[in-house]
T-cell receptor, first 113, second 111 residues
Framework: KAGVTQTPRYLIKTRGQQVTLSCSPI?????VSWYQQTPGQGLQFLFE???????NKGNFPGRFSGRQFSNSRSEMNVSTLELGDSALYLC????????????FGPGTRLTVL | GENVEQHPSTLSVQEGDSAVIKCTYS??????FPWYKQELGKRPQLIID?????GEKKDQRIAVTLNKTAKHFSLHITETQPEDSAVYFC??????????FGTGTSLTVIP
């Protein structure tokens, strides 16, 4: 099976702009989670989508949003970018029902200038 | 919500020695505890996991222990090698499939 893919791999934006990141899960996986990774902060959970519905949400402001399509592909949007949004954004897909490993994509490196 | 704490944040060991990383969690509903290894510039990859109905699991040089009563779990790496150098993350997951990660441990194995 092909692994989790993310596009684009790198992005440079300026403050105030918005950005959309894309994630394609492993075939058959219906759960997609998004994480923000910054040095010293580990992996901060953004949200999880399952069958086109947001099932879980982390403690991020409303500028961070997402959606999932019928083919399980997911997008994450960040509006009104701030310098502090510079990070590696990882998505992960998994099976469901507990006890399922999350498989990570390579990430999108976002730099906000 | 769940809170996962991980210690230490950095760890240096001599090649051949053992390394231990510890995590605690707060939500008794958490029932799945994976450990991920992230090498520089790469994505996190699962190295071992344990379910809440098991106290210990071993895979070659890597083992994980879980104490549900105390709500803590640990990663043990024996006979460390330079290629074990990486950042290790623990995580706790609940039946709702929400994962909470620790802040990571940067392990350096000195040849």
């Amino acid at each position: 099976k092909a692994g989790v893919t993310q596009t684009p791999r790198y992005l440079i934006k300026t403050r105030g702009q918005q950005v959309t990141l894309s994630c394609s899960p492993i075939s058959g996986h219906r759960s997609v989670s998004w994480y923000q990774q910054t040095p010293g902060q580990g992996l901060q959970f953004l949200f999880e989508y399952f069958s086109e519905t947001q099932r879980n949400k982390g403690n991020f402001p409303g500028r961070f949003s997402g959606r999932q399509f019928s083919n399980s592909r997911s997008e994450m949007n960040v509006s009104t970018l701030e310098l502090g949004d510079s990070a590696l954004y990882l998505c992960a897909s998994s099976g469901t029902g507990g006890f399922y490993e999350q498989f990570f994509g390579p990430g999108t490196r976002l730099t906000v200038l | 919500g769940e809170n996962v704490e991980q210690h230490p944040s950095t760890l240096s060991v001599q090649e051949g020695d053992s390394a231990v990383i510890k995590c605690t969690y707060s939500d008794s509903a958490s029932n799945y505890f994976p450990w991920y290894k992230q090498e520089l510039g790469k994505r996190p990859q699962l190295i071992i996991d344990i379910r809440s109905n098991v106290g210990e699991k071993k895979d070659q040089r890597i083992a994980v222990t879980l104490n549900k009563t105390a709500k803590h779990f640990s990663l043990h790496i024996t006979e460390t090698q330079p290629e074990d150098s990486a950042v290790y993350f623990c995580a706790a997951s609940n039946p709702g499939n929400q994962f909470y990660f620790g802040t990571g441990t940067s392990l350096t194995v000195i040849p």
